[in-house]
């Protein structure tokens, strides 16, 4: 008896792996912006984290997203012990980030380009593994507030600067690197934590620096197993803002309890939790009463880092897109070289890129903190960034994704990851009205930030168009009826004129002219609207990744 032969087609036309693509070396833009803004000194160390986060951190995405965290919160004799345990490949991306400096370079080595240049090996890393960025972030972005308790800050400053990963559940002195959580959410408030329940009682006799005992929870508490903890309770004097670390002085376990871990829409390799005090000892970090103004230097920060991660998100979308595009062929020819497909491609690349603009600029305002116009762009940027890089991104990705099609939307890419974890960025550390009002504030409230913004834009940098958008702009900003109501299209408006102008400074006029066309000029609502008369070819060069 004859049987036909097991195969039943010659599988043909399917893009090759981008598997080991060095991530720094196939992203020009990037490469010209960090030299743009004084980072070009860590193309070296850029270039080597690249090739790990395009290639064994890749992979190592992968497993921590399909080997959650797990929660044991008694051990087998019934001893409480609130641990929650990582898969392996989770630890591999902490380990590589840490000891490439992600949460400590641009303190333990400030020097023009610093921020920018962390900003950068976030930007690598995050495409890899998003949801390890979140306990980096924090670390990184614990170190101004406690710089503001410098008794606190002796002690654990060494351990937080140190480019040593230890997961081992030990306290603080036993290790020779720590991570730090941070944790203000509660039930009952939200984004309103003026709200928060959560009482501290003075050990002693109290104040800035001394010891409390925390009773309260917390609703939001990313990576649990961070070994301390910057949150909020309140005093006698308000609310206020203390270090509470996993152990006690004498070694013991704190009286900190995880409660459950959230099932989250994505974020999938990051344990995110519910926690409890009952009576956890804690040290007050800044002014009593005065928590907000001193966890603001935390959250400053982290803002920053939504700005990071959602620019890395996008640019790994592009990056996908391109690459399945230059091979897959319909109807005889690359997807890549087809009308339709290119604009949208072009597109999608004009939003990367400017997104990334807008980001390593805000690192450059950082790393000039000491100047009082870049102190006053930081301040505000950073809720402009916030809100628009966010808001931005699901759609972006979205789009990239549909570039697949039905391979776009399986789990073996990592699209359907990346479109997950999209949303995240734009709802943590305030959500997008949050971000929105703040910029008013900052802008009518604060000396200085509104003469700031208006001296970076200038006279739209010789261009008549964005000029024009900065001249009603300031006409819609000086408009006080009613501007709360506006404060969204108000906070667009300046996020896309603040991107223009970078693009126009940076001098290459293929992606400054298409993006001020498309974007100030209202054509289209959705990627792939762009309109005729664009160096199309120049954007796609641009940004399309290379293999060599």
């Given at each position: 008896?004859?049987?036909?032969?097991?195969?039943?087609?010659?599988?043909?036309?399917?893009?090759?792996?981008?598997?080991?693509?060095?991530?720094?070396?196939?992203?020009?833009?990037?490469?010209?912006?960090?030299?743009?803004?004084?980072?070009?000194?860590?193309?070296?160390?850029?270039?080597?984290?690249?090739?790990?986060?395009?290639?064994?951190?890749?992979?190592?995405?992968?497993?921590?997203?399909?080997?959650?965290?797990?929660?044991?919160?008694?051990?087998?004799?019934?001893?409480?012990?609130?641990?929650?345990?990582?898969?392996?490949?989770?630890?591999?991306?902490?380990?590589?980030?840490?000891?490439?400096?992600?949460?400590?370079?641009?303190?333990?080595?400030?020097?023009?380009?610093?921020?920018?240049?962390?900003?950068?090996?976030?930007?690598?890393?995050?495409?890899?593994?998003?949801?390890?960025?979140?306990?980096?972030?924090?670390?990184?972005?614990?170190?101004?507030?406690?710089?503001?308790?410098?008794?606190?800050?002796?002690?654990?400053?060494?351990?937080?600067?140190?480019?040593?990963?230890?997961?081992?559940?030990?306290?603080?002195?036993?290790?020779?690197?720590?991570?730090?959580?941070?944790?203000?959410?509660?039930?009952?408030?939200?984004?309103?934590?003026?709200?928060?329940?959560?009482?501290?009682f003075p050990v002693g006799a109290g104040g800035p620096g001394q010891p409390y005992e925390l009773v309260g929870h917390k609703w939001f508490c990313s990576a649990p197993m961070c070994d301390a903890f910057l949150t909020l309770a309140q005093t006698d004097k308000g609310l206020s803002c203390f270090l509470l670390p996993r152990h006690r002085p004498d070694g013991t376990r704190n009286q900190f309890y995880i409660q459950r871990l959230k099932n989250k829409l994505g974020n999938w390799a990051n344990a995110s939790s519910e926690v409890e005090y009952r009576g956890a000892l804690a040290w007050m970090v800044g002014e009593d009463g005065r928590g907000v103004p001193t966890i603001i230097e935390m959250v400053a920060s982290t803002r920053f880092d939504c700005m990071i991660g959602s620019s890395s998100l996008m640019r790994q979308a592009l990056t996908?897109?391109?690459?399945?595009?230059?091979?897959?062929?319909?109807?005889?020819?690359?997807?890549?070289?087809?009308?339709?497909?290119?604009?949208?491609?072009?597109?999608?690349?004009?939003?990367?890129?400017?997104?990334?603009?807008?980001?390593?600029?805000?690192?450059?305002?950082?790393?000039?903190?000491?100047?009082?116009?870049?102190?006053?762009?930081?301040?505000?940027?950073?809720?402009?960034?916030?809100?628009?890089?966010?808001?931005?991104?699901?759609?972006?990705?979205?789009?990239?994704?549909?570039?697949?099609?039905?391979?776009?939307?399986?789990?073996?890419?990592?699209?359907?990851?990346?479109?997950?974890?999209?949303?995240?960025?734009?709802?943590?550390?305030?959500?997008?009205?949050?971000?929105?009002?703040?910029?008013?504030?900052?802008?009518?409230?604060?000396?200085?930030?509104?003469?700031?913004?208006?001296?970076?834009?200038?006279?739209?940098?010789?261009?008549?168009?964005?000029?024009?958008?900065?001249?009603?702009?300031?006409?819609?900003?000086?408009?006080?009826?009613?501007?709360?109501?506006?404060?969204?299209?108000?906070?667009?408006?300046?996020?896309?004129?603040?991107?223009?102008?970078?693009?126009?400074?940076?001098?290459?006029?293929?992606?400054?002219?298409?993006?001020?066309?498309?974007?100030?000029?209202?054509?289209?609502?959705?990627?792939?609207?762009?309109?005729?008369?664009?160096?199309?070819?120049?954007?796609?060069?641009?940004?399309?990744?290379?293999?060599?």
């Amino acid at each position: 008896m004859n049987l036909p032969p097991a195969e039943t087609h010659e599988v043909t036309n399917q893009v090759p792996p981008l598997d080991g693509a060095n991530l720094y070396r196939i992203d020009l833009p990037l490469r010209q912006w960090l030299r743009r803004f004084d980072a070009g000194w860590a193309d070296a160390r850029l270039d080597a984290y690249g090739a790990l986060a395009g290639g064994p951190l890749m992979a190592a995405g992968f497993l921590a997203n399909e080997n959650r965290p797990v929660l044991r919160t008694h051990d087998r004799y019934g001893h409480r012990i609130d641990v929650v345990d990582f898969h392996p490949a989770y630890h591999e991306l902490m380990r590589t980030a840490i000891e490439y400096g992600i949460p400590s370079l641009p303190w333990t080595a400030p020097q023009p380009g610093a921020q920018v240049a962390r900003a950068a090996l976030m930007y690598l890393h995050n495409q890899a593994e998003a949801g390890s960025s979140c306990p980096l972030t924090m670390t990184y972005a614990s170190v101004p507030a406690l710089r503001l308790q410098p008794d606190l800050a002796e002690r654990w400053l060494p351990k937080i600067l140190a480019t040593a990963y230890d997961p081992r559940n030990l306290p603080m002195e036993q290790k020779a690197g720590v991570t730090i959580g941070m944790a203000m959410t509660e039930k009952q408030g939200g984004t309103d934590v003026r709200a928060n329940s959560t009482r501290a009682f003075p050990v002693g006799a109290g104040g800035p620096g001394q010891p409390y005992e925390l009773v309260g929870h917390k609703w939001f508490c990313s990576a649990p197993m961070c070994d301390a903890f910057l949150t909020l309770a309140q005093t006698d004097k308000g609310l206020s803002c203390f270090l509470l670390p996993r152990h006690r002085p004498d070694g013991t376990r704190n009286q900190f309890y995880i409660q459950r871990l959230k099932n989250k829409l994505g974020n999938w390799a990051n344990a995110s939790s519910e926690v409890e005090y009952r009576g956890a000892l804690a040290w007050m970090v800044g002014e009593d009463g005065r928590g907000v103004p001193t966890i603001i230097e935390m959250v400053a920060s982290t803002r920053f880092d939504c700005m990071i991660g959602s620019s890395s998100l996008m640019r790994q979308a592009l990056t996908q897109a391109l690459h399945h595009c230059t091979y897959r062929h319909v109807g005889g020819r690359a997807l890549i070289e087809q009308p339709l497909m290119r604009n949208v491609l072009a597109d999608l690349a004009l939003e990367s890129e400017a997104a990334l603009a807008l980001t390593l600029r805000m690192g450059r305002a950082q790393d000039n903190r000491h100047d009082e116009r870049e102190d006053k762009f930081a301040r505000l940027v950073t809720a402009i960034g916030k809100y628009w890089i966010c808001k931005r991104a699901p759609e972006m990705i979205a789009e990239a994704s549909e570039c697949l099609g039905g391979s776009g939307y399986v789990e073996e890419t990592i699209l359907p990851r990346l479109y997950r974890e999209a949303p995240v960025n734009s709802i943590w550390e305030g959500s997008g009205n949050v971000q929105c009002l703040d910029v008013l504030r900052a802008l009518s409230k604060e000396a200085g930030v509104l003469d700031a913004l208006f001296d970076v834009l200038g006279d739209g940098h010789g261009d008549a168009r964005l000029k024009l958008h900065i001249e009603r702009l300031r006409t819609a900003l000086r408009d006080p009826d009613d501007i709360q109501y506006r404060a969204r299209q108000l906070t667009e408006d300046v996020a896309v004129a603040l991107q223009a102008g970078l693009l126009l400074e940076a001098g290459n006029s293929a992606v400054s002219d298409a993006f001020i066309t498309s974007r100030l000029e209202g054509h289209g609502r959705v990627y792939g609207t762009l309109p005729k008369g664009l160096d199309i070819q120049a954007l796609l060069s641009r940004s399309a990744p290379s293999l060599g």
